[in-house]
């Protein structure tokens, strides 16, 4: 099993631009979820999908727009990027509720120039 | 409303001493509190959790915490420290009134040092 995969990596945007980021798990999760970490900052959440074709917003949910595709994938847009964007962004995914434990990807590094 | 608090942004310890990382709650409910470490350039890994069962909880890689209602704490320990043990590690709350993943918060972390 892969777990919970993410890509690009990396990625260096323009203000203005738009891209998504990709993730998908093979666990067979219901819940996923989208997070951005800045330093001191901990982990904050962006947008969730408690099941298949539910999305709802978290703390930070501003600039950003996400697609629960299907089971196993659940991906996150910036429509128009900006320097506050930066940040590196993960994604998890848990059985059901937020109580369970989570599963973290590797991470996207965003640089919004 | 819940929040937690890591009571130190640093800590450094010697190889082979003890491991110390405070954390510090607040909740209305019964919380589920976690312990996450992120080694660099990595995502998240569980270390431990409790869920209102033995307030001493053991986890990996011989991590423990003990859940003290009374002190609202749920602090990390680990007799010995390893070099690799040197990472970030978030304490998290749980609040389970709050329904969906709204119910989670995360510390800022404590980042720990190894000095060999």
């Known amino acids: 099993n892969a777990g919970v995969t993410q890509t690009p990596k990396f990625q260096v945007l323009k203000t203005g631009q738009s891209m998504t980021l990709q993730c998908a798990q093979d666990m067979n999760h219901n819940s996923m979820y989208w997070y951005r970490q800045d330093p001191g900052m901990g982990l904050r959440l962006i947008y969730y999908s408690a099941s298949e074709g539910t999305t709802d917003k978290g703390e930070v949910p501003n600039g950003y727009n996400v697609s629960r595709l299907n089971k196993r994938e659940f991906s996150l847009r910036l429509e128009s990027a900006a320097p506050s964007q930066t940040s590196v962004y993960f994604c998890?995914?848990?059985?059901?509720?937020?109580?369970?434990?989570?599963?973290f990807g590797p991470g996207t590094r965003l640089l919004v120039l | 409303a819940q929040s937690v608090t890591q009571l130190d942004s640093h800590v450094s310890v010697s190889e082979g001493t003890p491991v110390l990382l405070r954390c510090n709650y607040s909740?209305?409910?019964?919380?589920?509190l976690f312990w996450y470490v992120q080694h660099p350039n990595k995502g998240l890994q569980l270390l431990l959790k409790?869920?209102?069962?033995?307030?001493l909880v053991k986890g990996i890689n011989g991590f423990e915490a003990e859940f003290k209602k009374s002190e609202t704490s749920f602090h990390l320990t680990k007799p010995s420290a390893h070099m690799s043990d040197a990472a970030e590690y978030f304490c998290v709350v749980s609040d389970r009134s709050g329904g969906g993943a709204d119910g989670l918060t995360f510390g800022k972390g404590t980042h720990l040092i190894i000095q060999p």
């Open positions: 998890a995914s848990s059985t059901d509720t937020v109580i369970e434990t989570q599963y």
């Open positions: 909740s209305s409910y019964s919380p589920s």
């Open positions: 409790y869920t209102s069962a033995a307030t």
